[in-house]
């Protein structure tokens, strides 16, 4: 299903009924990384993704995608499917999202759950990177981002989810040059929000990759318990919804029903 938003599309899903869910995608991904989760989600309660600004099936909207535009899109799709309360799973860049969300909305909120992603602000070294990054990605955008999903995974698992890391490097392809460069902009200048989770009244969940080559371990460890947030680790990368599929279905099956 397509939504009209200040004249650009946005492209979203909605299947099930029950309690509302919305699944929240990551940085070169789009609504098709929920797809051997949403149905599983979808037995008991109404699960909406959406292609985020740039990604998937939706368009840009301008040059910078700064993480309260793409909550603003979220909330676009909420509204208009007449959802008043809802619990959030941001997955990477989609954390970072729902916390903006989260930030405005309190209220509607049952419960946020961060897979693989962080309520801290970029260290000044990711800066840099995504600033290197985007350069590179104008003069060769193909191999950036083939190059950029390989490095989401533990070493590991390279060999063992071959075929699944094609079809991730097949979907990220679908990523505009722009949506890339507007996406990483955004989350270059995004701010910490901590407090958002430590003050926050809804249930709350963090899903740490013990091997996570993009978020440090440790300080995911120390995140959840400065912002007094329950977690739970896996034992790979930053995948999870590939590297560890059906302990993420049960965790989450377990967080909906406590929120």
Same mark, same amino acid.
């Given at each position: ?58 368009? @840009? $909207?301008?040059?910078?995608? %700064?993480? !309260?535009?793409?909550? #603003?899109?979220? *909330? ?5 499917? =007449? ?29 946020? @759950? $961060?897979?693989?992603?962080? %309520?801290? !602000?970029?260290?000044? #070294?990711?800066? *840099? ?5 985007? =350069? ?8 950036m981002v083939k190059m950029s999903i390989s490095n ?35 989350? =270059? ?39 007094n947030s329950n977690f739970v680790v896996y034992p ?24």
């Amino acid at each position: 299903m397509v939504l009209a938003y200040k004249n650009v599309d946005i492209y979203y899903t909605d299947q099930g009924k029950g309690t509302a869910i919305i699944l929240i995608h990551g940085f070169l991904e789009n609504a098709s990384m929920w797809n051997d989760i949403a149905p599983e989600l979808s037995k008991r309660n109404r699960v909406i993704t959406v292609d985020l600004l740039g990604h998937g099936n939706s368009d @840009c $909207l301008g040059y910078v995608h %700064s993480m !309260e535009l793409f909550a #603003e899109t979220i *909330k676009a799709v909420i509204k208009h499917l =007449k959802i008043r309360k809802y619990i959030l799973v941001g997955h990477s860049l989609g954390g970072y999202i729902s916390l903006a969300l989260a930030k405005t909305n309190p209220l509607q909120i049952k419960g946020l @759950c $961060l897979v693989n992603s962080t %309520s801290n !602000e970029d260290p000044e #070294e990711r800066k *840099k990177l995504r600033t290197r990054a985007n =350069k590179m990605a104008k003069n060769n955008f193909e191999s950036m981002v083939k190059m950029s999903i390989s490095n989401l995974f533990h070493i590991k698992n390279l060999l063992k989810f071959k075929d699944e890391i094609e079809a991730v490097k097949k979907e990220a392809l679908k990523t505009s040059i722009q949506g890339y460069i507007a996406a990483n902009e955004g989350m =270059k200048n995004r701010e910490n929000t901590n407090h958002i989770l430590l003050e926050s009244n809804f249930k709350k969940l963090l899903i740490i990759g013990e091997k996570d080559p993009v978020l440090d371990y440790q300080t995911s460890l120390e995140e959840a318990k400065k912002t007094n947030s329950n977690f739970v680790v896996y034992p790979d990368g930053h995948m999870s919804h590939i590297e560890n599929t059906l302990e993420l279905i049960a965790t989450l099956k377990k967080f909906i029903k406590s929120c």
